[in-house]
């Protein structure tokens, strides 16, 4: 099995708690009918039969957090992400952000 460079004594605590098997309950806007709710990407596992192979990252549950303020979080506080639910859970969470308000939009314009 495949274990990243740095960060194995964090890693490999959360993938045993999630079975080596992403974490995403459909954050990422995918119901994962297939997975029972649940993303089917396992570690070190292929996304099918000509696909290719996946690498489970663990990461915040809220994808939107700071990789500095990441990086100081115990393995309690951190899930299983498949790069795709990461990626997608992230630009979801930034679409449901509030706009940036109007007496700012112009504030940097010359």
């Not at 994808?63 to 498949?82: F, M």
Request: glycine letters at 8%; charged letters at 25%; a positive charge.
């Amino acid at each position: 099995m495949s274990e990243p460079l740095a960060a194995v004594d964090t890693w490999r605590p959360v993938m045993e708690a999630a079975g080596f098997r992403c974490q995403c309950e459909g954050e990422c806007g995918n119901a994962h009918a297939k997975g029972g709710g649940r993303c089917p990407h396992e570690h070190d596992h292929y996304t099918s039969k000509h696909g290719r192979r996946i690498r489970l990252m663990a990461a915040p549950a809220d994808p939107l957090t700071p990789g500095t303020a990441a990086v100081r979080l115990p393995a309690s506080e951190l899930r299983a992400w498949c790069p795709d639910c990461h990626t997608a859970a992230a630009r979801r969470a930034r679409k449901q952000l509030p706009a940036t308000p109007a007496e700012q939009c112009g504030l940097f314009d010359m």
